[in-house]
């Protein structure tokens, strides 16, 4: 009888008491956060205006992504007809508008209406998703190197030495003060950044003006020369937090994604 109830109790320490202790000694929820699956969120075509005047509205199947089911189904991923360096991730059922031109593009996202005829000059202190992408090697090469001197000085050196030499626009514009954002780098050339709340920074270059919320975003530098740059501004507001975490993953995932080989 013995020898049958101590290996039941073996499994049992195996299978219960084993995984409790190297759960609290790993980290809470270590063993018990689920994986992400791979599912599907929809694609939504936006409306687009620029140097050639306005693009079709761009229809594409479903996007792949990995992540919770759940978190799933509070995601979409929006792009414009003048994409060339691809879209975003942000909330679904948002209303979306691409600036587009030689020196690249601005792709944006926000929970109310973009008026139209207004989206060239829109701005928004309120919850909004912003992409720009920068490219190097056309008139976007002097916001490249000035967004490059603030957060790869060193990565990007030789870029904006290059640029510098060019004595097109002042290297006073290409090397302005730093911004007041609080930035990690998680891997080469990536630079993940958060704009204080009530603050002028990264976050606030384009369409997102300061307000009572922070900015989170990320900067990937593309292709070899660094000719080129994609970044990702997001502002969801108070309590959707975790949604911006995966936002900044898939956003990092898909432009980190694009660099050439």
Not at 37 to 61: L, N, W
Not at 235 to 252: D, H, M, Q, S
Request: hydrophobic share 40%; glycine share 12%; proline share 8%.
């Amino acid at each position: 009888m013995r020898g049958t109830i101590r290996p039941v109790i073996l499994r049992l320490v195996l299978r219960v008491v084993l995984p409790v202790v190297l759960g609290g000694a790993l980290g809470a929820g270590t063993l018990a956060a689920p994986p992400g699956e791979t599912v599907t969120v929809p694609f939504v075509g936006c409306p687009s205006d620029g140097q050639v005047g306005p693009r079709e509205v761009p229809r594409r199947e479903p996007k792949a992504v990995k992540v919770a089911a759940g978190v799933a189904r509070e995601i979409a991923y929006y792009e414009g007809g003048a994409a060339r360096r691809a879209g975003v991730f942000a909330p679904r059922g948002w209303h979306c508008f691409q600036q587009y031109g030689s020196s690249g593009e601005v792709l944006l996202v926000a929970s109310g209406p973009i008026v139209p005829g207004e989206g060239l000059e829109w701005s928004t202190t309120g919850p909004a998703v912003e992409r720009e992408y920068k490219d190097g090697g056309t008139s976007g090469r002097f916001t490249v190197a000035r967004y490059a001197s603030r957060l790869f000085p060193r990565l990007a050196a030789d870029f904006i030495a290059r640029i510098k030499r060019e004595n097109v626009v002042p290297a006073s514009e290409i090397e302005s003060p730093p911004f007041p954002d609080q930035v990690r780098y998680p891997a080469r050339g990536v630079a993940e950044f958060t704009t204080p709340a009530h603050a002028d920074g990264f976050g606030t270059q384009i369409r997102l003006r300061p307000s009572g919320e922070t900015i989170r975003g990320v900067a990937v530098l593309l292709d070899e020369g660094y000719r080129g740059i994609n970044v990702v501004r997001l502002r969801l507001g108070a309590g959707r937090e975790e949604l911006e975490t995966v936002l900044l993953r898939l956003n990092r995932e898909s432009a980190m994604g694009l660099r050439e080989p």
